[in-house]
């Protein structure tokens, strides 16, 4: 199709109260207005470009022109700027984008309009998915017919507002894309400001704040406010159906859509009345004039002197703001008798909105799904939430002595128990894992495998060949790739680490260059890696210390953070205890499995004395 029989239109109405009531398309990032960075990209594909605004028109106008505002009254969202541009199309093709997508693809009219000609459709939009999930629909970035105004006038006309049901009556056709991150909307000026307006920082900017920074003495905390400032999280949004958002990190606050309760009700099953019928100086007889069920509004209004039998979660009877439980009262025939000063006025009474008023935030962006948070969005009669999507991470083990499990085990060789740990880390996580199995001491296999990993996943982690004694071109090809350094810290076990960012044809990812013995493995993972992870992923989670009394002592140097692996029990006194579990080599996994905990032993510490009190992390929802 030629491009001249397209007309761009960047949609930038409505009210803006996402981004606190501000035009986001005006909002600057890297450097232009955000919607500039659309116009750019859109203006390559079809043969003019117009845009739909209510507002700040005159800024608008110095992007592009015309600018055209809604028809349709009440801020209809999106449809209304679509319409609004089909109103003023004069090709016979219009193809829709929002403003607030800086990155959408290049290709985006050639692809639509190749698809839209070849079902010969009234409509093409865009779909992506991500593996292991469902398609996810963008119907906001549309190629369309002008002629089908019509059919969008009348759908706005009955009221209808959603994106995706205007054109069910039409022929539309949907046309994957393979990079989801292109389709991505920035909807908030906390998004905004997270993807910043300028170039990521480099590993140098951020060791520069650091005071005293040495790769070859780093003490722990120090690593992990450079690993925290670099690594920046992944932007991509889903929505997924609610049993599906388990475990998932959720992209934006829930914002309920009703009270909870719904009305005011009773707490209790008893009998509702009136505060102001209360006696003080005597008993209190009332009439009872029916029965309010729970799920079932008795539409009772009872007068003075007079109450209604109410079971738990009974909404109140109009008049009635208190409940009197049944076991306080005597009930003869058709009255009760209340005896004085059981209740006060408003006792045992449920607002409306109590545990969440309509409007409010149920659950913060950030927070990883937990099964109670399901009962809450299932409550609030929520059907799907948007979420983060799913970090990718790839990992692969070094050295020509490791077997994987199966294969024969030659004389100086071992089997990859490594790969087997990591990956149960990352389930634990949540991460779409990527095996890519043992990579043998070779500088060619080692660069393509990092190149394949970056190419495929956001994460790379790798076990062994980090320490003095590997070999050179380990630290040469990661630089040639990347900004990546090495570090020993100061810790026991896990001493040498490589961290930073590699590169490959276009796409990067962290890079974590773990340790090869199996408990080094396990702590630089949890203390260094899985921070970074869920950070990647959008949730902040750091790993909950507990204290516990040490049962016995424990040597320890300072200067250094020790990992002790550890058994947690009770004591004789009911409180926590633990105690080591005997050798602590760093390749003594049989150790790891054994305890339940780890004792965090900080820089500063000494030895510790039977009795004395220490950090504790418990395995319980790590392993």
């Not at 054109?167 to 906390?190: G, H, M, Q, S």
């Not at 140098?204 to 780093?218: E, H, I, K, M, T």
């Not at 929505?239 to 934006?252: I, P, Q, W």
Request: glycine share 10%; aromatic share 6%; hydrophobic share 45%.
């Amino acid at each position: 199709m030629d491009k001249k029989l397209i007309t761009g239109l960047i949609l930038a109405g409505g009210r803006g109260s996402r981004m606190g009531n501000v035009d986001k398309g005006l909002q600057p990032f890297r450097g232009k207005p955000m919607a500039q960075h659309a116009i750019e990209r859109l203006i390559p594909q079809v043969g003019s470009v117009m845009v739909n605004a209510n507002r700040n028109l005159e800024a608008w106008l110095e992007l592009a022109a015309p600018v055209w505002q809604d028809e349709t009254p009440g801020f209809a969202g999106p449809l209304a700027g679509l319409e609004a541009g089909l109103r003023h199309c004069v090709t016979p093709w219009l193809l829709a984008v929002p403003c607030d997508s800086p990155f959408l693809p290049l290709d985006l009219a050639a692809r639509l309009a190749a698809a839209a000609e070849e079902a010969d459709a009234d409509l093409a939009f865009a779909v992506t998915q991500e593996p292991g999930m469902r398609p996810q629909p963008h119907p906001v970035f549309c190629l369309v017919k002008a002629s089908r105004l019509p059919v969008l006038s009348r759908y706005l006309a009955e009221g209808e507002r959603r994106m995706d049901g205007w054109y069910k009556d039409l022929k539309a056709v949907e046309v994957p894309f393979e990079d989801a991150d292109a389709f991505r909307n920035i909807n908030t000026l906390d998004e905004l400001q997270g993807l910043d307006n300028t170039l990521p920082p480099s590993l140098a900017q951020v060791v520069s704040c650091l005071s005293g920074y040495d790769p070859d003495a780093l003490p722990v905390r120090d690593a992990q406010r450079i690993i925290r400032e670099f690594v920046q999280p992944v932007r991509a949004i889903e929505k997924v159906a609610l049993r599906s958002a388990l475990g998932r990190v959720l992209a934006a606050d829930v914002i309920s859509p009703i009270n909870v309760p719904a009305h005011d009700n009773s707490a209790m099953d008893g009998f509702a009345l009136r505060g102001a019928d209360l006696r003080s100086d005597g008993p209190l007889s009332l009439r009872v004039i029916g029965t309010a069920f729970a799920g079932n509004p008795s539409g009772l209004v009872p007068a003075a002197g007079e109450c209604v039998r109410i079971m738990t979660g009974g909404v109140m009877p109009e008049g009635c703001d208190s409940v009197v439980p049944q076991e306080f009262v005597t009930q003869e025939g058709d009255s009760i008798l209340l005896p004085a000063g059981v209740i006060r006025a408003g006792d045992n009474r449920r607002f409306a909105g109590e545990d969440l008023k309509a409007g409010s935030a149920a659950l913060a962006a950030g927070r990883v799904v937990r099964p109670p948070d399901l009962g809450m969005l299932a409550s609030l009669g929520i059907p799907e939430v948007a979420v983060q999507r799913r970090l990718r991470v790839a990992f692969f083990s070094t050295g020509d002595e490791l077997r994987s499990v199966g294969e024969p085990l030659g004389e100086g060789c071992v089997y990859d128990s490594n790969r087997y740990t990591i990956y149960g880390m990352l389930q634990r996580l949540g991460c779409d894992i990527i095996d890519m199995g043992v990579v043998r001491d070779d500088p060619q296999a080692l660069e393509d495998a990092l190149r394949s990993a970056c190419e495929n996943a956001d994460a790379i982690i790798t076990s062994g060949g980090v320490s003095v004694g590997a070999a050179d071109y380990t630290k040469q090809i990661m630089a040639k790739l990347g900004d990546v350094t090495f570090w020993k810290i100061g810790m026991r076990p896990g001493r040498p680490l490589a961290f930073g960012r590699v590169n490959s044809n276009g796409r990067s990812a962290f890079l974590f260059g773990l340790p090869g013995n199996p408990v080094a493995v396990m702590v630089s993972f949890y203390f260094f890696a899985r921070e970074a992870l869920l950070r990647m992923m959008g949730a902040e989670a750091p790993l909950p210390l507990l204290r516990a009394r040490s049962s016995g002592a424990i040597r320890k140097k300072p200067g250094r953070t020790e990992y002790q692996r550890g058994i947690l029990a009770r004591g004789e006194d009911g409180q926590p205890e633990v105690r080591i579990t005997g050798s602590q080599g760093s390749g003594i996994l049989r150790s790891m499995s054994e305890a339940n905990c780890m004792v965090v032993l900080h820089d500063e510490q000494g030895n510790v004395a039977a009795g004395d009190m220490v950090d504790v992390l418990v395995f319980e929802g790590l392993m």
